[in-house]
């Protein structure tokens, strides 16, 4: 399926995968053809825009430093990196990243001819809350609270964290289970620690869930948790926004996620210590009337990030690409 926004000549379309026949005619020529990694795919996509004598816009979700430089391996690769998106970004006309934090550190980092543009990521809200409603009511007034994550089960997606700071909250009398979603190269040791630091009966890894099956455990839970040492943006929390969920986020130095919450509003941010993420924690896990207002906000925060507002800032940018120069 496809989703049309029609603004004055330009029309722009977003489309699902696999796109409908009759949302990409067969005659069409693009204006703008926008790329959204530097991979050979993009690259191809890239040569057809210039064949056509359209303009070219690449998405920035990665920057050189989420890649470990401890080994001489790690630091060539940076290198390799460094010059591989500095060269395929300055190659287009403009860059947009959904991360407002990526904007000034790439453009320092990579020596960008301009700084990219912040256009975040956009979610389906409607057709991706499918009946759920705003919830009101919290699993802490049951004397628990569910806490849920969706995540891939890697190293700088710190899911280590997640089960140590449980390991003190429940240390200190605080009733909760905690559920992650996804799989990934961690799986076995997070097996094991979970039983080493004997929480087996409060923390389940699920494995990889299907999408009904995501919006669901999300949904009915009181709080999503980030731990991650990197994120562009985090659709994933976008996606609990729009379902009530607020984001507990950690404030690592590379992530953009800390950008989607509004600090005791929409979510809470915490340090990377693990003594001092559960201080910051524990006080809205024992509060059902906080999360009831914090649950109320995000979901009416969401809105922001549905496709249609979405939709429209990224035509301004379109727009403007294809004003004549003078």
């Known amino acids: 399926s496809a ?22 005619p067969s005659n069409w020529v693009p204006e703008i053809v926008h790329i959204m990694r530097p991979t ?37 690769l940076r290198a390799v990196a460094r010059w591989w998106f500095g060269t395929t970004y300055n190659a287009v006309d403009i860059t947009i990243t959904p991360g407002k934090f990526v904007v000034n550190h790439a453009y320092k980092t990579l020596g960008l001819k301009s700084k990219p543009f912040y256009l975040t990521n956009g979610l389906d809200i409607a057709s991706w809350r499918k009946g759920f409603s705003s919830v009101t009511q919290t ?11 969706v995540i ?18 429940l240390e200190r009398g605080v009733q909760l289970e905690l559920k992650i979603a996804g799989g990934g190269v961690l799986m076995p040791d997070l097996q094991a620690k979970i039983l080493e630091l004997g929480l087996s009966a409060h923390v389940q890894l699920l494995g990889q869930l299907g999408r009904a099956e995501v919006a669901a455990l999300v949904g009915s839970s009181d709080a999503f948790l980030l731990t ?3 994120e562009v943006q985090g659709i994933v929390l976008i996606e609990a926004k729009a379902l009530g969920t607020p984001g507990f986020v950690v404030k690592a130095p590379l992530s953009g996620a800390v950008d989607l919450i509004e600090d005791g509003v929409t979510g809470v941010l915490f340090d990377l210590d693990v003594q001092k993420a ?43 690409l294809r004003a004549p120069e003078v």
Not at 40 to 53: D, E, M, N
Not at 143 to 149: D, K, M, P, W, Y
Not at 287 to 315: F, H, S, W
């Open 40 to 76: 050979y795919l993009g690259i191809w996509a890239y040569r057809l825009a210039k064949r056509v004598r359209a303009k070219t816009v690449l998405s920035m979700h990665e920057i050189v430093e989420q890649l470990p430089d401890s080994t001489l391996i790690g630091r060539i």
């Open 278 to 320: 559960a201080d910051t924690l524990e006080p809205y896990l024992r509060d059902p009337g906080r999360l009831r207002a914090m649950r109320a906000a995000t979901y009416a925060d969401a809105a922001q990030y549905d496709l249609e507002p979405v939709a429209r800032a990224a035509l301004e940018i379109y727009n403007d």
């Open 152 to 169: 891939n089960l890697s190293p700088y997606k710190n899911p280590a964290m997640m089960l140590e700071i449980c390991r003190v909250l």
């Open 139 to 149: 699993s802490s007034d049951l004397g628990r609270v569910r806490i849920c994550s």
């Open 228 to 230: 991650s040492t990197f």
């Open 3 to 24: 989703k049309r926004f029609d603004v004055g000549k330009l029309g722009f379309v977003m489309l699902a995968l696999p796109p409908s026949q009759e949302a990409m």
